[in-house]
């Protein structure tokens, strides 16, 4: 026997046959110039338990059997979601977290950003262009591992404010 058509069951020859129930009766409402495949929908519809999606909203009069709103369902979900209630506390809890976070990565990149400095080091004629937070020619110095001996000459003068753009000169005297 095939199994091709039916279910694995009847294939089997379990000796169930299927009831086939009678065809809803047609609803009164629909007029006769509604086509007959919209009639047999509607009435499929009454033959089952109302879900969620059959139930009138709250604030809402219910289904008349009368056609769909121009637009249909899109734009019924539009107008739920304008109609929504305003946030309450429970998301202002999850949002303040949320909200915190991004305003630190925000000033944490900002401060990062304006505290970079590109700065050329120039030790004994070999110029290097350098990134560093430094605030002085002291720590710069320190820094990028240069040792001064008391006769070498630093330009501009030690312990002077470093920016964005500065060249530090070291030459050392013989």
Known sequence: MSNSKGSHRA???S???AVARPP?????AAPASVPLHERL???AWAVHAPTVVDRPSPGRPPATGAPAAPGGRAVARRAARRHRAPAGPESLRRLVPQALVVAFLAGGTTAFVACDKAV????????RTLHTFAGDIDEFLADEGVTLAARDSVTP????????GDEVVVRPRR
């Open 15 to 17: 000796g169930r046959t």
């Open 120 to 127: 050329t080091l120039d030790v004994d004629g070999r110029p």
């Open 157 to 164: 003068a030690l312990g002077s404010g470093l920016a964005d």
């Open 41 to 43: 929908t509607l009435a």
């Open 24 to 28: 809803a009766p047609l609803p009164a």
């Open 11 to 13: 294939a089997r020859g």
